[in-house]
Each structure stands twice: as structure tokens, then as C-alpha cells.
């Protein structure tokens, strides 16, 4: 990844071995030292995204100092009273663990996004004709209808690039923003029931954190469109796939039901390249989403279209490799070549503004290698954003 690079492009320099290359100043340390000076690298990465938490009011790391422990995802938080977790969802008062917009209640904003839509799943969605007729009710585009697009607050990770950063500014120092609403089951159901809506797809930030109650909104939602005679209501969930397998086996049977779609955001391979981007510890988290992934293509082989998992890699330049596409790919292809795989193209946001957008090359390479494992669906998202960057 350092040879060819574009003109212009300004290098960052390794805090560790010096090198200079595609290095963001958010990471401070090159894939390499990553790799092969994990204690050393891990060290500065971590340190570098505290500033930041602490400005918001967040944790800096997973909670270890409380009673009462959260089972929601893989950080397992024990939170102290008058504490928040990781997430920045749930809160102990009293006591009590309860969600930070109050029992029972979501920290959510909802809008209607006419279809076909900018989703990682669109290739293959009901939406643009995938599953006809048993999930959708027309061989092309759903035009004139929505996806009920719930964006929540919160979320088990803390990358450095996230795209959707404001799902945290939603609840900083525990106060809900003037945008932010608060939302009950009943209030979400009801959204979804408008006649328009042919998906509801929870995303952010990320579900997980609010999943215990859009579980309970979902089963209404499938319940009562099917009673009024709304047969195409589909439950989709884009997410980092770290939530607890207790609690994916029914939102992905709930995907399945309905014909929606599971979509898990697979950040990295090396535990300690998936840390340095995410800020949770890698080992735990890589060995959830092999967990998860095995479970929601194991529920997969009872419907094959529209396929009920799809997994997506961010191309991260100069950290998320062709080498560590090939190895996610690899775990892939060994559960089921039937999986489709969205390759994303990266855009500067958040802390990591210092690194270019993917390049057309990398992009070309990883859709090489996730092919030549045997994955028969092979898709380039946001393809627009690519260029001859590096």
C-alpha cells in the first residue's frame, strides 16, 4: 500500500518504526506495527481516542468498576452507579440498568428514505426485486414506497471513521440533543404501519444496544402489518454483529420471517487492526463475529432469496488490506459462498480526515481476492467515491 502513491497526498509518518505512508494521525502506527508490535501499537492507538470520548462525556473504555453488568454485546460493561456504558445507551440509577431515554424508551431519529435506497443491502434487496414474489410485490424497484430508516444513538463500537458520528452527539454527556426524540414500541410501530413503508432498517450508530426493545417492536410490527393486510413489511439491521448470539438468533430470525436482511459490518481481521479502528478489544470481538456470522448463515440456508445475510468490509486505507479482505473472505467462503460481500469505499470523516478515499486499485484488488474464495455476489459500494489516490 505504500508504493504508487498518488501526487499530492500528504504521508503520515508511524509513531513506532517511522515509516511514512498511508497512516492516519488518529491511529498514530502503520498496519505493520499493528501486526507485529501489537502491545506497543494498541498502546498509542488507545490513547489517542480518549480525547475525544471525554469531550462527549463517554467512557473511555468499557466499564469494569460497577456491580451491575450489561450482556447486550461482547464489552459486557459492569457499570457503576450514576455510570453509563460503552454504548452510552444504558444507564445504572439506582441501582437499576435501564436505557438512557428512560425505561422502555429508544433514543432514535426516523425518516422516510424512498426507495431504492443508499443501503449496504440494496443489490440484493426486496426492494429492487430480489425474493418476488414472496417479499415483494413487483419484479423491479418498490417505486413510491419507503424504508422506514431508524437511526439510533449509541453504539457497542468507537471507530475512529465513522461516517454516522452523531449517533453519539445524540446522547452526549447523558442528555438527549434538541434532534433526538425519545421513542416508544408503540411509537415506532406506528411509523412503521404506514401503508408506504415496505422496510424498516435499524441502523446508526448501531441497533445493538437498543435491540432488547426493537425485538419486541419488531414482532408487533410483523403482527399487526399482516392483520391489516400489509404483506410486505420487512425487519433489516445494519450492524457491527457484536451483539450477544442469544439476541442475533432472533433478530436474524425476525429478518427471515419477514424477508429482510441482515447486514454485519465486518471492520477488520487482525484483532489488533479491528481495535486500533474500533477501540474494543479485538480478540473478543473477532471471535463474536465468527459466532454470529456462523449463526445467521446457518438460518440462512432456509430461505435463498433474497439472501438473509450480507457482509460488508469498509476499505480503510493503508488498515483494511487486500490481505485483511482475503482473510475475512476465507471465514466467509467456509460457512457458505452464497453470502454476498459489499466492499464499501471509504470517505475522510470523523477523527480520520487525514487519509484519502479509496482508491479504484485496492477496491479492483479486494473484489480479485473475495471472488477467488468463491463468493458469488461481489459488490463495490459507494463505487463513486473511488479514485486514483494511491
Known amino acids: 500500500m505504500r508504493s504508487g502513491i498518488y501526487r499530492g497526498l500528504k504521508l503520515g509518518t508511524c509513531s513506532l518504526c517511522r515509516s511514512r505512508g498511508l497512516i492516519s494521525s488518529s491511529v498514530g502506527v502503520c498496519y505493520e506495527c499493528l501486526k507485529n508490535r501489537v502491545d506497543e501499537a494498541v498502546v498509542i492507538s488507545r490513547s489517542l ?11 473511555g473504555e468499557p466499564p469494569r468498576d460497577g456491580r451491575l453488568k450489561c450482556s447486550i454485546c461482547i464489552n459486557e460493561c459492569l457499570i457503576p452507579e450514576g455510570g453509563r456504558g460503552f454504548c452510552g445507551v444504558w444507564v445504572n440509577r439506582g441501582g437499576k440498568i435501564e436505557p438512557i431515554a428512560g425505561r422502555g424508551l429508544m433514543v432514535a431519529h426516523t425518516y422516510l428514505d424512498p426507495h431504492p435506497t443508499n443501503c449496504v443491502a440494496t443489490p440484493v434487496c426486496p426492494a429492487t426485486g430480489r425474493g418476488f414474489p414472496k417479499y415483494t410485490f413487483i419484479r423491479g424497484i418498490e417505486r413510491g ?50 401503508p408506504l413503508v415496505t422496510c424498516v ?85 473477532i471471535r463474536r463475529l465468527k459466532e454470529n456470522t456462523k449463526l445467521i448463515a446457518s438460518l440462512a440456508k432456509d430461505r435463498v432469496d433474497p439472501p438473509l445475510l450480507v457482509v ?79
Open 49 to 59: 481516542r480518549l480525547k475525544w470520548r471525554s469531550s462527549i462525556g463517554f467512557p
Open 145 to 194: 414506497f419507503y424504508n422506514l430508516a431508524v437511526f439510533l444513538g449509541g453504539c457497542p463500537l468507537d471507530c475512529i471513521f465513522c461516517q454516522n458520528w452523531e449517533h453519539k452527539t445524540m446522547i452526549s454527556h447523558g442528555k438527549l440533543a434538541s434532534w433526538a426524540k425519545s421513542y416508544s414500541i408503540e411509537d415506532l410501530v406506528n411509523e412503521a404501519l404506514d
Open 201 to 285: 432498517c435499524y441502523f446508526g450508530g448501531d441497533p445493538t444496544p437498543h435491540t432488547p426493545l426493537l425485538i419486541l417492536a419488531s414482532r408487533t410490527i410483523i403482527a399487526e402489518s399482516r392483520r391489516v393486510g400489509q404483506n410486505f413489511k420487512r425487519i433489516c439491521w445494519e450492524t457491527d454483529g457484536l451483539m450477544n448470539p442469544n439476541i442475533m438468533r432472533e433478530a436474524a430470525r425476525l429478518s427471515l420471517e419477514s424477508g429482510g436482511i441482515v447486514k454485519i459490518d465486518w471492520k477488520a481481521w487482525t484483532p489488533s487492526v479491528y481495535e486500533a479502528l474500533t477501540g474494543v478489544n479485538g480478540e473478543k470481538a
Open 312 to 390: 460488508s468490509i469498509l476499505l480503510v486505507p493503508g488498515y483494511v488490506t487486500v490481505e485483511e479482505v482475503e482473510k475475512i473472505a476465507e471465514y466467509i467462503s467456509s460457512l457458505e459462498v452464497n453470502i454476498p460481500v459489499v466492499l464499501l469505499a471509504f470517505h475522510p470523516d470523523h477523527l480520520m480526515r487525514d487519509l484519502p478515499p479509496t482508491s479504484r486499485r485496492h477496491a479492483r484488488e479486494a473484489e480479485r481476492v473475495v471472488k477467488s474464495k468463491g463468493i458469488k455476489e461481489v459488490y463495490i459500494g459507494n463505487e463513486w467515491l473511488l479514485g486514483n489516490y494511491y
